[in-house]
């Protein structure tokens, strides 16, 4: 006797990259905006309700014609325009259930006979096409509602099936999502059928409050988007595509709209944080914009104009404007010396290399003051010299008419070095940057010495998502970096100058994990997720920063003791290594008390981590800094 299953098609054996089937509509009115088809105001409501007009008109289910004739009474022949932008979409962003065609191909090569049922609007032809696109094959035949006048939801479908083959209900296994239409109806009819399959798309529906309303849309789709995109990737690319991809997503999409309005072609991405930002640029295929890579940092382009401002508040304020407080060998290493070869210059002054000064120390103490006017010579020297190696470098950019340059951002320091050098060579260049995000407080965005722009946050628009990052700042950095180490400065070989790394901070643990394998395949899921997005909704797709960031938001405000234990373990270099959120024991602490505030305030990086690691119980610890940021003033 041969045996029978049938399946449900989408969201069962077809994912879309929406939340919920009408948001397919709401993203039509991004798409027409690109594409010159002018859409009414409020198309996916008047949408919505010719579907419905037209089903109670017939009293059966209806096909997407004659819903798009509903809409061509009163929009006339644009409306078949529309038809065909609605189909492109749902092409373009269906994929594969894996668990699900997985099941398909089980029963298939077991010798079941395999037909599709879907209640849809859409032809059986179109939906042969979306099932072969994702790698479905071997069904004997499609049923959809809208060509029989007949749907699971009541019934009338399955006997439709049953019917044409000539078969028993019993003989007959069925596999969807839906509780009622897949489930309940065909249980009632004799039809053997399978737990229905888990809907992941429907759990996204539900929006944070911190998501505005009018981004509830972007979070939806791009929710739905990492759980497709996902589905193939080990645990690695997964947290890559999860935590970061938003973010890259968001900002290239964002870039590149800026390049376009500003009429630029030429962008330089700037190292290290620039690789993976340029990989997702390149992801989106844009023809008319050059992509360059810039090997850059703020230690080899800052010591190379000191000798052009070498007061001692100058270097001070350049070296990092934002910081409240830095060891003094951070500072050291920061303008270009060597800190081991000047310790027993500092402690001439009654300075410590190893000890951590509040930056008005720097500022206002004599004793500093003494010690800077000591070394001044060896700064301008150094100074001088990487100025050299520089220009060799930049020169043989051949940098013309207005560039842009793209990086993770903060104060645009680099920018301002850049833009330094090239005035002191005269190199008219005019330079725009375009970054992830930009802090309110630097004085080169304040006082215009610099044109720039952020996608996250900039000095014009509101600095919580900064805010809500800043006790993590330098783990956020961490999974931009590209594996080689940070840019020294430039030596020139042969008339070529040629860049010199420090020693790469990733390693290889006792236990055998590589930390630079672990970014590496971290910043690939991202990447693959950039590619996703653009393959699924081209540039329709409109993601703002609350949505971008909110993943990696929930991760550093509130993440679970294997979260805080697994990126806790990574260092950071900020002049020296640090931890991430490294915590000792507590009982340590207990008997150590001046340790615990230590280790907290400046031998971890990431607070809320650190207490999570810390007291390992389950408490608001966001919250918590907050609280404790604002009584200390802890920046």
């Known amino acids: 006797m041969e045996r029978y299953i049938s399946f449900d098609v989408f969201d069962t054996l077809l994912k879309r990259s929406v939340a919920q089937p009408t948001d397919i509509f709401r993203l039509m009115e991004n798409a027409t905006d690109n594409q010159g088809l002018l859409l009414p105001k409020g198309f996916a409501d008047r949408r919505i309700e010719a579907e419905r007009s037209v089903n109670r008109e017939k009293g059966k289910p209806v096909t997407i014609q004659e819903i798009y004739d509903k809409l061509q009474i009163d ?275 009654g300075l410590d290399i190893e000890t951590t000064y509040k930056y008005n120390h720097f500022s206002k103490s004599e004793a500093f003051a003494g010690f800077y006017e000591e070394i001044k010579e060896d700064i301008i020297r150094q100074s001088k010299n990487e100025y050299i190696t520089l220009v060799a470098y930049l020169k043989n950019q051949k940098f013309h008419d207005t560039i842009a340059i793209a990086d993770v951002g903060y104060t645009g320091t680099i920018q301002y070095a850049l833009q330094e050098v090239l005035r002191q060579e005269k190199i008219g260049v005019d330079i725009k940057g375009y970054y992830l995000g930009l802090q309110s407080a630097s004085e080169f965005l304040q006082k215009k010495i610099i044109q720039a722009k952020g996608f996250l946050y900039d000095v014009d628009r509101d600095q919580f998502i900064y805010e809500q990052l800043k006790g993590s700042a330098l783990l956020y950095e961490l999974q931009f970096l590209k594996q080689e180490g940070s840019l020294k400065n430039f030596q020139v070989f042969n008339g070529v100058a040629e860049p010199q790394f420090l020693k790469s901070e990733f390693m290889v643990r006792d236990s055998g994990f590589s930390e630079a394998t672990f970014w590496n395949e971290y910043q690939n899921g991202a990447v693959s997720f950039v590619e996703y997005c653009t393959e699924a909704f081209g540039n329709n797709l409109k993601i703002d920063p609350s949505v971008a960031i909110w993943n990696w938001m929930c991760l550093v405000r509130n993440p679970t003791l294997k979260e805080a234990t697994f990126f806790g373990d990574f260092h950071v270099e900020n002049g020296y290594m640090n931890a991430v959120a490294y915590p000792r024991a507590l009982s340590y602490y207990l008997f150590h008390p001046r340790m615990l505030r230590e280790e907290f305030l400046n031998g971890n990086e990431w607070k809320i981590g650190f207490m999570k690691r810390l007291l390992r119980i389950p408490l608001p610890y966001g919250k918590i800094y907050d609280t404790l940021k604002a009584k200390y003033n802890e920046k």
Request: hydrophobic content about 40%; overall charge positive.
């Open 75 to 349: 929009y006339g022949q644009q409306a078949r325009n529309w038809m065909q932008m609605e189909m492109q979409i749902e092409m373009a962003g269906c994929r594969p259930n894996q668990n699900c065609v997985s099941k398909f191909y089980e029963y298939l090569e077991k010798g079941y006979k395999i037909v599709l049922i879907s209640d849809m609007y859409l032809p059986s032809s179109f939906i042969s096409e979306m099932l072969a696109k994702c790698g479905i094959h071997g069904y004997i035949k499609l049923y959809v509602s809208c060509e029989y006048g007949a749907r699971k939801h009541n019934g009338s479908l399955f006997r439709t099936v049953l019917a044409e083959l000539g078969i028993k209900p019993w003989q007959l296994y069925h596999i969807g999502d839906a509780k009622r239409g897949d489930f309940v109806i065909p249980l009632s009819m004799g039809i053997r059928v399978k737990f229905p399959v888990a809907n992941e798309q429907k759990k996204l529906c539900h929006i944070p409050p911190f998501i505005e309303h009018k981004s509830a849309l972007s979070y939806r789709t791009l929710q739905a988007s990492i759980s497709n995109c996902c589905q193939n990737m080990n645990d690695y690319e997964k947290q890559g595509c999860t935590l970061l991809g938003p973010i890259l997503a968001g900002y290239v999409n964002w870039m590149v709209e800026q390049l376009n309005k500003d009429k630029i072609r030429d962008v330089y991405f700037l190292s290290r944080d620039g690789f993976v930002l340029m990989r997702a640029f390149n992801a989106l295929h844009i023809p008319n914009i050059r992509a360059h890579y810039l090997y850059t940092s703020r230690r080899a382009y800052l010591v190379p104009i000191f000798w052009m401002h070498p007061d001692k508040d100058n270097i001070i304020k350049y070296v990092n404007p934002l910081k409240s407080k830095q060891k003094l060998y951070a500072f050291l290493n920061r303008i270009g010396l060597n800190p081991i070869e000047y310790a027993q210059k500092a402690t001439k002054y």
